[in-house]
């Protein structure tokens, strides 16, 4: 399934496809994925779209932000739908990083997860402001590469949220990736912070200027 509409702002289509588009259609089956650009000539947005598109034995289904009630019946595979399944509110900030996939899967970092109960702490966000939502899959059990990617992207849409903090050179080029500067109306703005292994051990006051950009969103 390549969705025409929902990343037709941070995707760039091909030609051809442009005038089904422009014609109201906002998704199209194809088996084998959008076309792959001749190497050595591939963009990095044609590269990504071409890893979000989801096989079909994991077909992955946008919702709006109005339905998010609706969450948990996505066919969204573990541990997306048990993560979207917890939501009650309309969260306004998705956080990511890469190792957080494991966090969420019993394989949790007691530091890591002290490091995040302290930056929330600090940032004082009413209860359901953020969500935690993974953009990589666990390398050891991922049988379907880009899978992780077309799940971050289909929530980040579906949740209608306006900002992505991506702790780490990884989570932060797949958001680059995903939601390029001034794509996307609304705009989801993407912050890139230091990974969680560089927060750790840090001074409170170091922590604090290392996450000012997050303290500084105006959540209410």
Not at 66 to 93: C, F, G, N, Y
Not at 139 to 157: D, H, I, K, M
Not at 166 to 184: D, K, Q, R, W, Y
Request: charged share 15%.
């Amino acid at each position: 399934m390549a969705r025409l509409g929902s990343f037709a702002a941070p995707v760039d289509l091909p030609d051809h496809l442009r005038p089904w588009r422009a014609a109201g259609l906002d998704a199209l089956f194809l088996p084998g994925g959008l076309p792959e650009p001749a190497a050595g000539t591939t963009p990095v947005r044609e590269a990504d779209a071409h890893a979000l598109t989801a096989p079909q034995d994991h077909a992955v289904h946008c919702a709006s932000p109005e339905s998010l009630t609706a969450a948990p019946d996505l066919d969204w595979p573990e541990p997306w739908r048990a993560i979207a399944a917890r939501v009650r509110t309309k969260p306004q900030i998705i956080i990511t990083y890469a190792s957080l996939m494991a966090d969420v899967t019993g394989k949790a970092d007691p530091a890591r997860r002290k490091l995040f109960q302290s930056i929330l702490a600090y940032m004082g966000w009413p209860q359901g402001t953020s969500l935690f939502w993974p953009c990589t899959d666990v390398p050891e059990t991922s049988t379907s590469p880009g899978l992780a990617r077309n799940v971050f992207l289909n929530g980040t849409l579906s949740f209608g949220v306006s900002h992505i903090a991506c702790f780490g050179a990884e989570a932060a080029h797949i958001g680059a990736a995903l939601f390029p500067p001034g794509s996307g109306d609304p705009e989801v703005r993407v912050l890139t912070l230091p990974a969680p292994e560089e927060l750790l051990g840090l001074l409170p006051h170091e922590m604090h200027r290392a996450v000012a950009v997050l303290k500084a969103l105006p959540f209410e």
